[in-house]
C-alpha cells in the first residue's frame, strides 16, 4: 500500500474530513489533497506531526508492516453513549450496565462505516432495537 492509500484509510479510520486532517496536522487542505492523490509526496515535518497525533499507525504507516491498527473513534463513542442515555431516559427504559455495553458495541458496530452519524440517527436506531 502506498503512502497515498494509507494517509486517506488513516483520515478514514478516524472519521476525519480532509478539512479535518488538515487543521489538526496544521496543513494546508490543498497538501492533504495532493498527498492523498499521489500528485506530491509530504515532507518529514508533516510525517512527524502525523505520527505524533496518531501514534498508533506510525509504525505500519513508516514500515508497512503488519496490519493497520483498529482505532476506536472517540467522537462516535461518545455521541453513541450520550444518544443511548437520552434515548433510555426518553422512552423511560432502563437498562443493566451489561445489556448498556452490549448496545453500545452494537451501536458502534452498525455506526462505524457510516458518515458522522447524528445523536438523532443513533437514537432512532435504539428505538429500532430497544
Known sequence: MEF?????????SIGYTQNKLAEELGSAVISIQNYEAGRKSPNGKFLIKLCEEFPDYAFWLMTGKENPPK???????KEIIIGLEEGLVEQKLKMTPNNKA????????YFENKENPSREEIKEKLRLVA
Open 4 to 12: 497515498k492509500e494509507k494517509l486517506k484509510f488513516i483520515r478514514k
Open 71 to 77: 482505532i476506536i473513534d472517540k467522537r462516535l463513542l
Open 102 to 109: 452490549k448496545a453500545i458495541i452494537k451501536l458502534y458496530e
